[in-house]
């Protein structure tokens, strides 16, 4: 069965303290892995999608690189409007995605 | 201009009960999805439709029960309401095609609790 695992499952950094969250998974085929970030109260956003081991995508201080059984997701210098929590998950051969359980991160002024 | 639209955006309703979640999109997708989100955040697939048909439906109650009448508008219908039906239900729509596969957009989410 498809599985995502994220961690940690929560983050709190200090404004300007860089960190990264780790996407573990393991599916039939990956064919995209995505990240995308959830503000409370609200439907995910799309951030970045990765295909093949290598790969890595920018968006202003996120930064997203994929090997054959992880992703991370680096924040860099992170600022108080980045707090939310960040969702993976991973799109399989038999075209299902599945979703990790999240990284809520916090970031205090 | 949202692109994924929901109604309602919360919903209480005692057990028993029937009730529908209405999702628009004005992405002009081809796809559109229904998911459930729990309390404990886990975002799970229920159905998935690509131009009005059927293409993904998972392990799902057959009390739920998903109506596309066009490919802009995936309604869901859920009979016999449960307390375990309480959740977030979110609609999204993505293009559709072969490999390389696309993001999705969601909508803003259907809280849904049964009392």
């Known amino acids: 069965e498809d599985q995502v695992t994220q961690s940690p499952e929560a983050l709190r950094l200090q404004e300007g303290e860089s960190s990264s969250l780790n996407c573990s998974y393991t599916?039939?085929?990956?064919?995209?892995l995505f990240w995308y970030r959830q503000d409370p109260g609200k439907g995910p956003e799309f951030l970045f999608t990765?295909?093949?081991a290598g790969e890595e995508k920018e968006k202003e201080r996120l930064k997203a690189t994929l090997t054959k059984k992880e992703s991370f997701l680096h924040i860099t210098a992170p600022k108080p409007e980045d707090s939310a929590t960040y969702l993976c998950?991973?799109?399989?051969?038999?075209?299902?995605?599945?979703f990790g359980a999240g990284t809520t991160v916090t970031v205090r002024a | 201009d949202t692109a994924v639209s929901q109604t309602p955006k919360y919903l209480v309703t005692q057990m028993g009960n029937d009730k529908s979640i209405k999702c628009e999109q004005n992405?002009?997708?081809?796809?559109m999805y229904w998911y459930k989100q729990d309390s404990k955040k886990f975002l799970k697939i229920m159905f998935s439709?690509?131009?009005?048909?059927?293409?993904i439906n998972e392990t799902v109650p057959n009390r739920f029960s998903p109506k596309s009448p066009d490919k802009a508008h995936l309604n869901l219908h859920i009979n016999s309401l449960e307390l375990g039906d309480s959740a977030v239900y979110f609609c999204?729509?993505?293009?559709?095609?072969?490999?390389?596969?696309?993001?999705?957009?969601f909508g803003p989410g259907t809280r849904l609790t049964v009392t």
């Open positions: 998950a991973a799109h399989s051969n038999d075209y299902k995605l599945s």
């Open positions: 439709y690509n131009n009005k048909e059927l293409i």
């Open positions: 990765l295909y093949s």
């Open positions: 999204a729509s993505s293009p559709y095609g072969p490999p390389p596969v696309y993001e999705q957009y």
């Open positions: 599916v039939s085929g990956l064919r995209g």
């Open positions: 992405l002009g997708h081809d796809t």
